[in-house]
């Protein structure tokens, strides 16, 4: 089966602790994107990668990096910088971006605070 | 724009019923639009798309409407079953670019047996 697989699951950061966030693919898609969802709002874009050692800044890059070494993996690292990192994080692909193509989700990753 | 609430609008229908969820956009260049059901714990996952050249899209149980001139897009899901319940939301392409998605903070529909 295709899909996109994060993890782990769940993840617990200590204070000033960095941890990665494990996103794989095997759509065969270019395109890659880490999202942020927060209760009651809709997701908001952290970092996306349209191509193999290409990423841009979303919205809400601040506090976290990224790396697209290999085509099917976008791993995500949430830094001590990120002073309020406690939510759910989704990856998403997309065979060539979002214009008129819909985004395939991973089941997430929810990280809290020890 | 994006909500800043904590509560999601709910909806509660009697299974067998039909459900309709709204959702306003607020860019009238958007030009792309989708809907995604979302369970407890699990990614969005996508239900059904609409380009703007188009009013209404129909799959299987669902069909979206699409009124350009008010900027509403809605979901209907016909003979609502309890495996409906979730968050639905919607998203609304603002460009031919990677980062011009927006998602609305979606609506949390609740099937009564």
């Known amino acids: 089966d295709g899909g996109i697989t994060q993890s782990p699951k769940y993840l617990f950061r200590k204070e000033g602790q960095n941890v990665t966030l494990s996103c794989e693919q095997n759509?065969?898609?270019?395109?890659m994107y880490w999202y942020r969802q927060d209760p009651g709002q809709g997701l908001r874009l952290i970092y996306y990668?349209?191509?193999?050692?290409?990423?841009q800044k979303g919205d809400i890059a601040e506090g976290y990096s990224v790396s697209r070494e290999k085509k099917e993996s976008f791993p995500l690292t949430v830094t001590s910088a990120q002073k309020n990192p406690t939510a759910f994080y989704l990856c998403?692909?997309?065979?060539?971006?979002?214009?008129?193509?819909?985004?395939?989700f991973g089941d997430g990753t929810r990280l809290s605070i020890l | 724009g994006e909500s800043v609430g904590l509560h999601l609008p709910t909806l509660s229908v009697q299974e067998g019923d039909n459900s309709i969820i709204n959702c306003a956009y607020s860019?009238?260049?958007?030009?792309?639009f989708i809907w995604y059901k979302q369970e407890s714990g699990k990614g969005p996952q996508f239900i059904i798309d609409?380009?703007?050249?188009?009013d209404k899209r129909q799959g299987q149980r669902v069909t979206v409407l699409l009124n350009k001139t008010v900027k509403h897009l809605s979901l209907q899901i016909a003979a609502t079953q309890p495996g409906d319940s979730a968050v639905y939301f919607c998203?609304?392409?603002?460009?031919?670019?990677?980062?011009?998605?927006?998602f609305g903070p979606g609506t949390s529909l609740s099937v009564i047996p």
């Open positions: 860019n009238s260049a958007s030009d792309y």
């Open positions: 990668s349209q191509i193999v050692n290409d990423f």
């Open positions: 759509l065969n898609h270019d395109a």
């Open positions: 998403a692909s997309s065979i060539a971006g979002a214009s008129n193509q819909p985004q395939h």
């Open positions: 998203a609304e392409n603002r460009g031919a670019s990677y980062d011009k998605v927006i």
């Open positions: 609409i380009r703007s050249n188009m």
